[in-house]
């Protein structure tokens, strides 16, 4: 069965160093989206991606964060300068549908990144 | 802005038995999606069971039903004849009607544990 796979599955890095997180979505999927969670907290959005663009991002996805999809298959999620504030679980998920359809989100198993 | 509340963080029940996990949800929309969602431990979220605002009928896959009260804005997961590999974190997630890529709204979650 097709899934979303997400590398790494834990970094660690110093704060201040930039981050790449990457995510494959299911092959026929168009929406992509990147949730976190910090730890004892809720999934909270971040952002989601259609046709080579943001469609909406949340308050979270501020400057220090890019999305892009570079070679038609990864999409990758950067931190420029993390802050210890980021260390999270960070989720990728694809869906085929958008609206209500897109509901039925496909998760990855998250990446954890830890900054010290 | 839309809230969930999960107010059971833990809850455990004994194999073959029957568990109920509450959500809340606080929305002026009335139309809108609510969804539970399966994390098992070291796996990707799945979506286990999804209700439309407007129909008035509970949804129902299989062992696992929902209670939705709209006027409460309640969304309770009934899982029946509970198996050890329903042992996860529940997630209830609620979203508003678009045609674009609106975000899911999670709870904190309810980890469920089944006993043998």
């Known amino acids: 069965e097709p899934e979303v796979t997400q590398t790494p599955s834990h970094q660690v890095t110093q704060m201040g160093q930039e981050v790449i997180l990457r995510c494959v979505p299911i092959s026929n999927h168009l929406y992509f989206y990147w949730y976190r969670q910090i730890l004892g907290q809720k999934v909270e959005f971040l952002v989601s991606?259609?046709?080579?663009?943001?469609?909406?991002k949340s308050e979270i996805f501020d400057d220090q964060f890019s999305v892009e999809r570079p070679d038609g298959s990864n999409f990758t999620l950067k931190i420029r300068s993390t802050k210890l504030e980021d260390s999270a679980m960070y989720f990728c998920a694809s869906s085929e549908f958008r609206g209500a359809g897109a509901g039925e989100l496909f998760f990855g198993e998250g990446s954890r990144l830890t900054v010290l | 802005a839309q809230t969930v509340t999960q107010s059971q963080p833990e809850m455990s029940v004994q194999e073959a038995e029957t568990v109920t996990l509450s959500c809340t949800y606080d929305?002026?929309?009335?139309?809108?999606?609510l969804f539970w969602y399966k994390q098992p431990p070291s796996r990707q979220m799945i979506l286990v069971i999804r209700?439309?605002?407007?129909?008035?009928q509970n949804a129902t896959e299989n062992r696992f039903s929902v209670n939705f009260q709209k006027a409460a804005k309640s969304f309770s997961l009934k899982i029946s004849d509970s198996q050890l590999g329903d042992t996860a974190m529940y997630f209830c997630a609620f979203m508003k009607p678009s045609s674009g890529n609106t975000p899911l709204v999670f709870g904190k979650g309810t980890r469920l544990s089944v006993i043998a």
């Open positions: 991606f259609y046709n080579n663009e943001i469609s909406e």
């Open positions: 209700q439309e605002a407007y129909k008035q």
């Open positions: 929305t002026s929309e009335n139309n809108y999606y």
